[in-house]
């Protein structure tokens, strides 16, 4: 598995490298967004427009000289300048039918504010079926010299490139297909530069009936060639609308703003360092270097707090001390939302061996974590105590714990939160609905259905199995922890 | 996108020449992307005099005089051999029309000679000379009372082709359809509907005159239909925030390449007055489209075994409202062991004219058995009494044992519904994993 222990830690070293050469510039590096098939169009402009809009939001609760130098920071990252100064975002679309990136791109225009650009997207007439044979082998490899030549032009723009996010879901047969294809060639083509898949990961009640067998060859694909995988759950986003958002008919569009807000709360600039007040260069790189020590392990799941609707939020407030303790809760006790968290769950006392070692079947356990990031967002952030992630409970014992916790911080509030916080972890939080996925596939596959579907295109029976191997050996792995 | 080839009904344009901006509501610049063909000239030159004339180019037909006799032979053989030239220079030429062309629609019965025998001949043509392109062929099966003495001939023949050159069918019943718009004479004649009902609703032909009707229902039942496709092809031609492309429902519905035989149901079937309906007037029509009344055919999915079940939605109607219904009504339904949560969705914002939303339902299940095992029964009756066989064993290519095939091909799909129905009642368990060292 993986070619080289030691390459995660080394690119951030590359990347801390340029940073320090490069001393005395203090302009934020550059990410490139490619959006696959439909669903990962219709969140990256969410995407795109929650972090434009959070950057022009005129409270932001700072000084106006800090409120320019987050915008600069958020707009170097993430948009290039046109020549009518409206923003372009730094993205490629690409889709095997031409419905969603045409409204994808009028929408973006509609808003006046910032845009995509003309030539960035890629679109076919046909589809893929919902088939990732087709998607992976037939797609990527005719459309292969389109898209990375789309890629190409969106990265020479770049001053500075720190890496690329591909969104994507694994249900279908383009965003899961052809985006393992194209995070392929991103790793033989820009080796030095970070990927990180935002992938999107379909409801356990059918989107599409093949859904399984297209997650298994997405993961294995994925595993090999990403750098990290930032996992979404359609169904852990759908009861945040329910519960916290209380929205009455939950719809794409709203499970897609959630998502972006979570993605947006993670990446938006935060000072680089204790005491800084320069906006970190590097987060990619920074967050890839904090949370995935090892390639094994490359599962990272983001939470946050709080999360309400807009009504609400009039009337609330929160302190630093209840929002870190409800978030180490929820780590702990893996919630995804910050209601109905089990607080009977504890880590296990230090110096005594974990409760016995994690089984998938196991209802109440204890969420070891291999890494984790805090940010925080607003209103006195400086004065956060976040010590109690610091606990060696909560790791498991390869890191030291001083490696294993990092936090990010910046005085900026988010969107409209005078304080919030994220959390990215990379724990045992994602074995059960993976191993629901692989459960299902293996099923559906000892029986042989679908299979002509797959072969019809190349992809083996032994492809199934590789991948099989692949994913049940990283719910070991993480079980084992 | 697509390309029908029709004994009937259209759905897909292309635009004649410059290709310019279209003017509303007029379709004269607008062609069907279609091929008629009859070895009768009757309906095809009504079609011609009716009101959609300008919609077919006239030069994508392909008529004889004398007609098939309903006889599967003269129409697969006899025609087949006659006409297969032109037909393939007729279909390539639309071809090329296509920037990308995705699939052929079929529509056909089963019982007559020409759609039976020509029909499924052209399945073959279709194969070898578009491998890539989809194969949908919507089959009009007989009824128990049909005129025809010889569709089960025809029928089983034809079943045979289905089983081979099609990648899905959806078979439908004149019966069914007739029951369908008899319960819409009923509904809008008793008042029940009251001023809800739209004279000119797409789900009937004529503009509210029922008498009309009732002296020709064909209309009315084809329209239905009609209906059928559209909402078939609504996702691929709109948008949504979950669309489904016609490739997709042979990829999702049919998990092996022999059971290809999709049931269908349509709801609602008459037009609804309010625009906005609260979701308990929404959670109703997902109920009705699980309801015999519905479908498109007579078959009784929620006894039998489901494989898989697509739902293809249209109008105001949001994943959560899609998810609370499948919830539902999963409970009553059965799935087949390695294929429990076998659902595919999709979500069109576009509700058909008329309507504030629309459900199509497509499942793939063991209950069309009866309806093979019926048919199979009536050859038998038939073929053993040879009533008819010399006018079928007289024409060129014709042998007992192309009926003997045939009839052995029938068995074999009916054995392979006969294997999952007999996992049925089985407890579903999950089966031992990989072991894999760490």
């Known amino acids: 598995m993986g070619n080289g222990h030691a390459q995660c830690r080394h690119l951030g070293q590359i990347a801390h490298f340029f940073e320090g050469v490069c001393f005395g510039l203090f302009l934020s590096m550059s990410i490139v967004t490619v959006q696959l098939g439909q669903c990962g169009n219709q969140i990256g402009f969410e995407v795109f427009d929650a972090l ?16 320019e130098a987050y915008q600069a920071s958020c707009k170097e990252r993430f948009f290039s300048e046109e020549e009518n100064g409206v923003p372009l975002a730094r993205a490629v679309l690409v889709d095997m039918e031409p419905k969603v990136i045409n409204q994808t791109l009028s929408k973006a225009a509609r808003s006046g504010r910032w845009k995509y650009g003309q030539h960035s997207c890629f679109c076919q007439k046909q589809g893929s079926g919902n088939n990732w044979a087709y998607g992976y082998s037939v797609h990527g490899p005719r459309h292969e010299e389109s898209i990375m030549n789309l890629i190409r ?37 820009y080796s030095s530069a970070l990927k990180m898949n935002q992938i999107i990961w379909p409801y356990g009640t059918g989107e599409v009936i093949v859904q399984n067998y297209n997650s298994i060859l997405t993961l294995s694909h994925l595993y090999r060639s990403s750098d990290a995988l930032l996992v979404h759950e359609n169904d852990a986003v759908h009861k945040i609308c329910a519960k916290l958002m209380n929205i009455k008919q939950i719809s794409f569009c709203d499970i897609n703003q959630v998502l972006a807000h979570q993605l947006g709360s993670v990446f938006q600039p935060t000072y680089s360092g204790e005491g800084s007040f320069h906006y970190r260069r590097n987060p990619l790189g920074d967050l890839m270097e904090n949370l995935v ?39 702990i006790s893996n919630a995804k939302m910050e209601e109905g968290i089990d607080w009977q769950v504890r880590p296990p006392l230090s110096g005594l061996p974990p409760l016995g070692k994690m089984s998938v079947n196991r209802e109440i356990h204890f969420n070891t974590s291999i890494a984790n990031l805090v940010i925080l967002r607003g209103k006195d952030a400086h004065s956060a105590d976040v010590g109690a992630f610091k ?27 005078e304080r919030s916080a994220a959390l990215v972890s990379n724990s045992q939080s994602l074995v059960k609905p993976l191993d629901r996925i692989v459960g299902k596939a293996w099923n559906m596959f000892a029986s042989r259905a679908y299979l002509h579907q797959y072969t019809k295109f190349g992809i083996e029976e032994e492809d199934f199995l590789d991948s099989f191997t692949l994913l049940e050996q990283v719910i070991a792995s993480y079980c084992n922890l | ?116 025998g020509l029909g499924t001949f052209l399945l073959k043509v279709l194969e070898d000379e578009f491998p890539e392109v989809y194969r949908f062929v919507t089959s009009i099966y007989p009824s128990g009372e049909d005129d025809v003495i010889t569709s089960p001939y025809n029928s089983i023949l034809a079943m045979k082709e289905l089983n081979e050159h099609a990648d899905c069918v959806l078979p439908i019943d004149n019966q069914s359809l007739f029951d ?55 996702s691929a031609r709109f948008e949504g925030s979950l669309n489904m492309d016609l490739n997709e429902i042979s990829m999702n519905l049919v998990p092996f390449p022999q059971l290809h035989y999709l049931v269908s149901s349509l709801t609602p079937l008459y037009t609804l007055a309010d625009v906005n309906i609260p979701p308990r007037r929404l959670d109703q029509m997902f109920s009705d489209a699980f309801s015999k009344d519905h479908q498109l055919i007579r078959a009784d999915p929620r006894h039998s075994l489901y494989l898989a079940c697509a739902l293809m939605v249209r109008g105001n109607v949001q994943i959560s409202d899609l998810r609370r219904n499948i919830e539902r009504l999963k409970p009553s339904l059965q799935f087949v062991s390695w294929n429990q949560e076998g659902w595919k969705t999709s979500l069109c914002s576009v509700p058909p004219v008329g309507h504030s939303h629309s459900l199509l339902a497509l499942a793939n299940n063991t209950c069309v058995k009866p309806t093979f095992v019926e048919l199979k029964e009536r050859f038998i009756r038939l073929y053993k009494k040879k009533a008819h066989l010399h006018h079928y064993l007289q024409i060129e290519g014709m042998e007992e044992s192309c009926f003997s095939e045939a009839v052995s091909s029938l068995s074999a799909l009916i054995q392979e519904y006969n294997q999952l129905d007999a996992t049925k009642s089985m407890p579903v368990e999950d089966l031992p994993r990989l072991n894999v060292a760490v």
């Not at chain 2, 032979?73 to 296509?98: D, N, P, T």
């Not at chain 2, 009732?214 to 059928?228: C, G, H, R, S």
């Open chain 1, 52 to 67: 434009f809009n959070d950057s022009h939001c005129p409270r932001g609760l700072c000084s106006k000289k800090e409120n």
């Open chain 1, 153 to 189: 032009k969106e990265v020479e723009k770049c001053d500075s490139l720190s890496g690329f996010f591909i969104i994507m879901s694994m249900a279908g047969g383009t965003g899961s297909g052809l985006g393992a294809f194209v995070t392929q060639n991103l790793q033989d083509q």
């Open chain 1, 293 to 331: 020590p090892h390639p094994e392990f490359k599962m990272l799941g983001v939470r946050n707090i709080p999360q309400m609707s807009e009504n609400s939020l009039a009337y609330s407030t929160f302190t630093w001390a209840g929002l870190l303790k409800h978030l180490r809760q929820m780590l």
């Open chain 1, 391 to 417: 606990d060696p409970a909560l790791y498991t014992s390869w890191l030291e714990p001083v490696h294993a916790f990092n936090v990010w911080k910046t005085q900026r509030a988010f969107r409209k939160y």
């Open chain 2, 1 to 116: 996108m697509g390309y029908l080839m029709t004994f009937s009904h259209v759905l897909s344009f292309r635009v004649v020449g410059d290709g310019g901006s279209i003017s509303k509501g007029k379709i004269c610049s607008l062609k069907a992307r279609a091929v008629l063909i009859d070895m009768e000239e009757g309906v095809v030159n009504e079609i011609l005099q009716g009101p959609l004339r300008d919609v077919f180019d006239s030069k994508q037909l392909i008529t004889d005089i004398s007609g098939s006799g309903n006889n599967w032979a003269v129409g697969h053989k006899v025609f087949g051999s006659l006409y297969q030239e032109k037909i393939l220079e007729k279909l390539r030429k639309s071809a090329e029309h296509c920037d990308c062309l995705q699939c052929f629609f079929i529509i056909h019965s089963m019982g007559g000679g020409t759609g039976s």
């Open chain 2, 180 to 234: 369908i718009i008899s319960k819409i004479d009923v509904m809008v004649n008793s008042g029940k509907l009251g001023a809800a009902i739209k004279p000119k609703s797409l789900v009937t032909s004529s503009t509210g005159v029922f008498k009309k009707r009732q002296e020709k229902p064909f209309d009315a039942m084809n329209n239905i239909v009609a209906n059928l496709l559209l909402n078939l092809t609504s």
